[in-house]
């Protein structure tokens, strides 16, 4: 059975990755004496990093959990961008990183209570859906040898999100599956029969909402939430347009400049 960590090594951890995060440099796995290995451990890290951020959490992703896999982190309000403006992002290889995804704004609390939170309570507090682009990033410079738990204390994968128009909330809700058009200035368009990964978009919603429930925590009014990607994680050129066609749902539009600074 995992150990779980200290509060020193938490503090530790958390410190490392939110320099990681400031100055866009990953760097290699954590020291082994703080590196975690059960979820609650990691969930703690990744707390902590929300605790020193000094920033609002504006946002979540999430997705469906497994036995061994809790999907969730916080996404900071200076990380969230909204569409009409170039989108600064952390960079590999001069290539931003997205995937395309339906923003829940809530337009209501959903605090912590002994109640557990019903579907419909949670509909009822969802007050628009965007089109939107998380922006993905690692802290760690080989991802690949990191463990579930050890990405879960970075954020999984998160570096921002991107919140593109508002869309019909009742037809996106019923979107388990849409086509995802992406087309680059000068590129050939690119196409992908694309799937939600839960099925039903709003499903990782209801969990996260319980899930936090569960902790003491809540969701506020404001706060967008985001539940899988519909085609990947695709690549996109800097300093080129680019659009994302969702389906029926209309059309997101984005240009990507290399950030300089946290």
Request: charged share 20%; proline share 7%.
């Amino acid at each position: 059975m995992p150990t779980p960590l200290s509060a020193d090594a938490i503090d530790t951890a958390a410190r490392i990755l939110l320099a990681r995060r400031h100055s866009g440099q990953p760097g290699a796995r954590l020291p082994a004496e703080c590196r975690p290995s059960d979820l609650a451990s990691a969930l703690a890290i990744q707390q902590s990093v929300s605790e020193l951020m000094q920033d609002e959490v504006a946002a979540w992703k999430c997705g469906m959990p497994a036995a061994d896999k809790w999907v969730l982190a916080p996404i900071y309000a200076r990380s969230v961008q909204r569409g009409g403006q170039a989108c600064a992002v952390w960079t590999r290889n001069n290539l931003a990183r997205i995937e395309p995804e339906l923003a829940f704004v809530l337009g209501q609390d959903l605090p912590a209570r002994a109640a557990p939170y019903t579907p419909s309570e949670v509909d009822a507090a969802i007050a628009r859906t965007h089109l939107a682009l998380e922006l993905i990033d690692t802290r760690y410079s080989e991802p690949e040898q990191a463990s579930f738990a050890e990405h879960l204390a970075d954020g999984l994968f998160n570096q921002g999100l991107y919140l593109g128009p508002v869309v019909d909330g009742e037809l996106a809700r019923r979107c388990a599956g849409m086509d995802i058009v992406l087309s680059v200035a000068g590129e050939p368009d690119v196409l992908w029969a694309g799937q939600h990964p839960a099925g039903n978009p709003r499903a990782p919603l209801y969990w996260l909402a319980e899930f936090l429930r569960n902790r003491g925590q809540g969701l506020r009014a404001g706060q967008a939430v985001i539940t899988g990607s519909y085609a990947g994680s695709p690549d996109v050129p800097l300093n080129t347009k680019i659009k994302v066609r969702f389906g029926a749902l209309g059309d997101l539009r984005a240009a990507f400049t290399a950030r300089t600074q946290g």
